[in-house]
Every structure is written in C-alpha cells, then in structure tokens.
Nanobody
Framework: QVQLQESGGGLVQAGGSLTLSCKAS????????MAWFRQAPGKEREFVAA????????RYADSVKGRFTISRDNAKNTIYLQMNSLKPEDTAVYYC???????????????WGQGTQVTVSS
C-alpha cells in the first residue's frame, strides 16, 4: 500500500504562482511513477505531469508545458508541482497519484491522494 497526502492548494490571482506538495508513505518503492492530475467541475480528470523516483524523467501535458515544473525529493518521499503564470482555466482539484508505468490515463494509477483545491481568479 502507498499513501499519498497533498498540500499547498489555495486561491491565487491569474498570473500568480503556487506550489503543491505530495508526500508518499508506505511501500513507495513498489511504485516508481508519480504524477499530478487535475479535475475541474463537470470535466474528466486530466493528466498534468509525471516524474520517476529512480531516474531523471519528467513528462508534461501540453497545456502546462513551460508554466509548471514537477520535481522530487527522494529523501523526503515528496514530489512537488511548481505552478507559474496560472490561468483561470487551471482551476481544479489537483490529485497526486502513484503507478507502475508512465501513462497519461488515470486508470493506470492505482494510488491516489485526496486532492487539493486550486482556484485561480481572473
């Protein structure tokens, strides 16, 4: 089992920045891939970014490329999502996920956090 706990959400103005954190605990070695997804009201959950614990690898959705940065601190079992130049359309609940392979589809990931709300005002 892997437990994930997000933090860092909040309200920010358009153009602002916010950093999300996700701390993993439990059998973290069983899941090399960590990812951020988001879900806006009335929309499907969508992939934002992914990273691997064991090698240098990151992947981003086109909608956030150049604005968001995913990173990790292996010593703290924590991943981060630095979000810059935020737009109102970035408003969503952001979820941290862990899975066995890199994928942009949520069904591949089998461990999820409870989510943290990010609201970007115009």
């Amino acid at each position: 089992q892997v437990q994930l706990q997000e933090s860092g959400g909040g309200l920010v103005q358009a153009g602002g920045s916010l950093t999300l954190s996700c701390k993993a605990s439990g059998r973290t070695a069983s899941r090399d891939i960590m990812a951020w997804f988001r879900q806006a009201p009335g929309k499907e959950r969508e992939f934002v970014a992914a990273i691997r614990w064991t090698i240098v690898y990151t992947r981003y959705a086109d909608s956030v490329k150049g604005r968001f940065t995913i990173s990790r601190d292996n010593a703290k079992n924590t991943i981060y999502l630095q979000m810059n130049s935020l737009k109102p359309e970035d408003t969503a609940v952001y979820y941290c996920a862990a899975g066995p392979v890199v994928a942009t589809t949520s069904g591949v990931y089998d461990y999820w956090g409870q989510g943290t709300q990010v609201t970007v005002s115009s």
